[in-house]
C-alpha cells in the first residue's frame, strides 16, 4: 500500500506527467455530463417524490403540511388501490409467463437453420418498433366491439355467437390489453433469447446427438439449464416493465370499464394530474417503487442460486 | 461434414421432399410472420378504405375501393404534422445529446482510468430501472416551478437521462472491444484523450454509433406519459399524444386514427428494418454478455 503510494507519487512527479494532469481534465469529466442529467432527473426526483409523500399536499391549493406516513395509511385502507394492485398483478404475472413461454418456443423455432429465418427476423421487430399509443390504437380497433375484424373472425367460424365488447365488458378488457402487450414485446423477449441460445456450444448439440438424445432431451437436460440466466434476466426486465404499465391501459381502456383495467401506474398519474392530489400521487409512486426494489431482488436472488449451480 | 458435400449429396438425390420437422418448421415461422406484421398490415389497410366499408358488416382485407381521404383529413383537419414538427424537434435534439453525452461518458468507462467503473455503470444502468411514475410527479412540480411546462426543453432534458442508460451501455461494450492498443499508440504520437476518442474511436465505431442513436431515436419517438403531462397545447405535443387524442364527438375515427398510424410508423418500420441486424445484436449484446 505505502510503496505503491510512493511509486504513484513518483509517476506524478515526472515532468511529462505532470504535463498531461494540467492539460487534462480527470477521466471522471467525460462522465459529468451523463451522472449530472441522470442525478436531476431521476435521482432528485425520487428523493423529492419520497419528501412530497410525507405530505399532504396539491397543486390547485396551497396547503402543504407535514403528516407523516398519513398518505401510506390513507392507501392501505383505499379499495382503490387494492382493486388496481391485484390487476397491476394479475396483468404482471400473465403477461411476464406468457411473454417468456411464447418467446422461449420462437426462439427455439429461429434457432434451427432454415431458409427465409433473416425475415422472420425482421418481421419480429416490427411490433416492438410500434409506438405503443399506436398499438393501443391498432388493438381497440381489432377488437372494436361492433366492426372489429377479430369479432369477425371468431363469428366465421363460430367460435362466439355473436359479437364481443373486448373492450368495454368488465370480463374481457384486461385480457385484451394482456393480448396486446403479449403481441408487443413477446418478439423482444424471443429475440433476447436467441441470443442466449446461440451463445451455447454448438459442440454439444453434437455431444448430446452422439449420446443418443432425441429432441425433448436435448432442449431440456443441455439448452434448458444453459440458458436459464438468460431466461431469469429476460424475465426480470420483462416483469418490471410489465408492473409499471401505462401507455397500453391509458390510452386502450383508460382504466375502464368499471374500474376493471385500472392499474397502479394509471391510478398514480390520475392522483397526480387528474385529482392533483401530489402528496398522495407520491405516495403511490413510492409505493411502485419499492415493490420494483422488491420484485429485482427476487428474480436476483434466483439468479445467483442458477448461476451457481450452473458454475459459472 | 461441409455444406459443400451435403450439397453434392442434395444434388445427386434430386428433390428431396422436406421431413416432417421442416414443414413444422416453416409452419412455424409463417405463423410467427403473420403474428408480427398482420396487425401492422390491417392497419395500412384500415387507412386506405373509405368510413362505409369499415363499418360495413363484411370487412375487406384489400383496401377496394382506395381512397387518400383520412390522410388528408389527419393533415387538413387536424393539422398533424404540428405534432409531427414537434416530435421531430424534440427526437433530434434527444438523440444528439444523448449519443454525444453518452458516447464520452461510454469512452471513459470503457478505456480511461476510472476506479470502480462496474460500479458507476450499476448506478446508471440501476437508474433505467426506475419506474417513470415515479418521477413524473416531482418532475412536474419543479417543471412548473421552472416556467418549463409546455417547453420542447423540459422533454429535452427528461428524454435525454431516460436514453443515456441505454446509450451508455450499449457503446461501452462496443468500446470495450477495441484493441487498447490503438489509445497506447495514438497516446504515444501525444493525442489526449478527448482528440483519441473524437478522431479515432468515435469514427472506428460509427456502426455502432449509428445503431444506438436509433435506438434512442425510437424510444424517444414513442415515450408517451412524460409528454402527456408536461405538454397541453399543439404547439408542443408529440405524435403519441396526438394519436391518443384522436376521438371524434359521435364516433371513433378509426380510418384517421389509421391513416396517423401509418405516417408516424412506417420510417420507423423501415428503418428498424434496414438496420435490424445492427439492432438485434446492440439489443441483445447486454443480457447475453456478462
Known amino acids: ?312 | 461434414m461441409s455444406n459443400m458435400a451435403i450439397a453434392q449429396r442434395k444434388l445427386r438425390q434430386g428433390f428431396t421432399f422436406p421431413s416432417r420437422g421442416r414443414i413444422l418448421i416453416y409452419l412455424c415461422a409463417l405463423v410467427i410472420v403473420c403474428w408480427s406484421v398482420g396487425p401492422f398490415l390491417w392497419q395500412m389497410s384500415t387507412s386506405l378504405q373509405p368510413d362505409r366499408e369499415l363499418l360495413s358488416s363484411t370487412p375487406r382485407l384489400i383496401p377496394y375501393p382506395i381512397t387518400i381521404e383520412h390522410f388528408v383529413n389527419i393533415f387538413a383537419a387536424k393539422s398533424f404534422h404540428r405534432y409531427i414538427i414537434n416530435s421531430v424537434i424534440v427526437t433530434i435534439t434527444t438523440t444528439f445529446l444523448c449519443l454525444l453525452f453518452g458516447s464520452i461518458a461510454a469512452y471513459a468507462l470503457a478505456r480511461l482510468d476510472i476506479r470502480g467503473r462496474f460500479r458507476v455503470l450499476g448506478f446508471i444502468l440501476g437508474v433505467s430501472m426506475f419506474p417513470q411514475i415515479a418521477i413524473v410527479g416531482p418532475l412536474y412540480v419543479l417543471g412548473s416551478n421552472f416556467g418549463w411546462l409546455d417547453t420542447y426543453r423540459v422533454l429535452i432534458v427528461i428524454y435525454l437521462a431516460l436514453g443515456l442508460p441505454l446509450v451508455t451501455w450499449v457503446l461501452f461494450g462496443y468500446f470495450r472491444s477495441i484493441p487498447q492498443t490503438i489509445d497506447e499508440a495514438a497516446r504515444i504520437d501525444g493525442a489526449r484523450p478527448l482528440t483519441i476518442f473524437f478522431r479515432i474511436i468515435l469514427p472506428m465505431s460509427l456502426p455502432a454509433v449509428v445503431t444506438t442513436g436509433l435506438l434512442c431515436f425510437i424510444a424517444a419517438w414513442n415515450e408517451f406519459m412524460f409528454a402527456l403531462a408536461f405538454t397541453s397545447d399543439i404547439n408542443h405535443q408529440t405524435v403519441p399524444v396526438g394519436i391518443a387524442n384522436f376521438t371524434g364527438l359521435h364516433y371513433v375515427p378509426w380510418g384517421d386514427i389509421a391513416a396517423a398510424s401509418v405516417v408516424v410508423t412506417l420510417p420507423l418500420v423501415i428503418m428498424v428494418l434496414v438496420f435490424q441486424q445492427h439492432i438485434i445484436s446492440g439489443l441483445t449484446g447486454g443480457a447475453v454478455k456478462e
Open chain 1, 1 to 312: 500500500m505505502a510503496i505503491t503510494e510512493v511509486q504513484s507519487h513518483a509517476r506524478t512527479l515526472k515532468p511529462r506527467n505532470i504535463r498531461f494532469k494540467l492539460w487534462q481534465p480527470g477521466p471522471f469529466v467525460f462522465l459529468l455530463p451523463t451522472l449530472a442529467s441522470i442525478g436531476a432527473v431521476a435521482i432528485y426526483p425520487v428523493l423529492l417524490g419520497l419528501w412530497l409523500s410525507l405530505r399532504d399536499t396539491t397543486l390547485a391549493s396551497p396547503t402543504d403540511t407535514f403528516i407523516g406516513l398519513g398518505n401510506y395509511l390513507q392507501i392501505v385502507s383505499d379499495s382503490q388501490f387494492w382493486n388496481a394492485w391485484i390487476h397491476t398483478m394479475q396483468f404482471t404475472t400473465a403477461s411476464t409467463l406468457l411473454e417468456t413461454l411464447l418467446g422461449l418456443m420462437i426462439a427455439l423455432v429461429l434457432s434451427e437453420q432454415f431458409r427465409g429465418r433473416g425475415i422472420v427476423r425482421a418481421a419480429m421487430l416490427v411490433p416492438w418498433a410500434i409506438p405503443t399509443v399506436v398499438t393501443s390504437k391498432m388493438f381497440g380497433w381489432l377488437f372494436d366491439g361492433q366492426n372489429g375484424i377479430v369479432n369477425y373472425l371468431l363469428r366465421s367460424v363460430g367460435l362466439i355467437p355473436h359479437n364481443v365488447d373486448w373492450i368495454g365488458s368488465p370480463d374481457f378488457a384486461l385480457m385484451t390489453i394482456i393480448i396486446a402487450d403479449v403481441w408487443k414485446t413477446t418478439p423482444f423477449m424471443a429475440l433476447l433469447l436467441l441470443a442466449g441460445l446461440q451463445t451455447i456450444p454448438g459442440t454439444l448439440a453434437e455431444a448430446s446427438v452422439i449420446d443418443g438424445a432425441n429432441a425433448w432431451q436435448h432442449f431440456w437436460y443441455v439448452r434448458l439449464p444453459l440458458l436459464t440466466p438468460t431466461l431469469l434476466i429476460a424475465s426480470m426486465f420483462r416483469a418490471l416493465d410489465a408492473f409499471r404499465i401505462f401507455d397500453l391501459v391509458y390510452v386502450l381502456t383508460g382504466g375502464g370499464p368499471a374500474d376493471a383495467t385500472e392499474v397502479l401506474s394509471t391510478l398514480t398519474y390520475k392522483q397526480l394530474f387528474s385529482a392533483l392530489q401530489v402528496g398522495y400521487g407520491s405516495a403511490l409512486a413510492t409505493i411502485m417503487f419499492i415493490t420494483e426494489i422488491v420484485i429485482a431482488v427476487i428474480f436476483g436472488v434466483f439468479l445467483l442460486r442458477k448461476m451457481r449451480e450452473v458454475g459459472q
